[in-house]
């Protein structure tokens, strides 16, 4: 059974940093090209970084830019989402996406709620 599982939520201050993970089983996950999303309560879904399947370029949203780090470890089959000076307006559920690079079939995970608060 192909899955997405994201986990590493939960309250932090601001400025403070959160490693975000989605961890794939049930399909090959290196032929994938992944996504962060982030969804807060009122606003529309928001595409915050991707990292391509093979090659492992990147790309990131103005909004965080130069803040948010997105990696892949192609042998535990999981993406990450490192997230430092965080802000208020970060606060959102985050979810990943994985793309077949080909197919673009995809899967969502149930995503992590995120709470940036002092």
């Known amino acids: 059974q192909e899955q997405l599982v994201e986990s590493g939520g939960g309250l932090v201050q601001p400025g403070g940093s959160l490693r975000l993970s989605c961890a794939a089983s049930?399909?090959?996950?290196?032929?994938?090209?992944v996504s962060w999303y982030r969804q807060a309560p009122g606003k529309e879904r928001e595409a915050v970084a991707t990292?391509?399947?093979?090659?492992?370029?990147?790309n990131y949203a103005d909004s965080v830019k130069g803040r948010f780090t997105i990696s892949r470890d192609y042998a535990k089959n999981t993406v990450y989402l490192q997230r430092n000076s965080l802000k208020p307006g970060d606060t959102a559920v985050y979810l990943c996406?994985?793309?077949?690079?080909?197919?673009?079939?995809?899967?969502w995970g149930q995503g992590t709620q995120v709470t940036v608060s002092s």
């Open positions: 996406e994985a793309v077949h690079r080909w197919s673009r079939l995809g899967y």
């Open positions: 049930g399909f090959t996950f290196s032929m994938y090209d």
């Open positions: 990292i391509t399947s093979t090659s492992g370029m990147t």
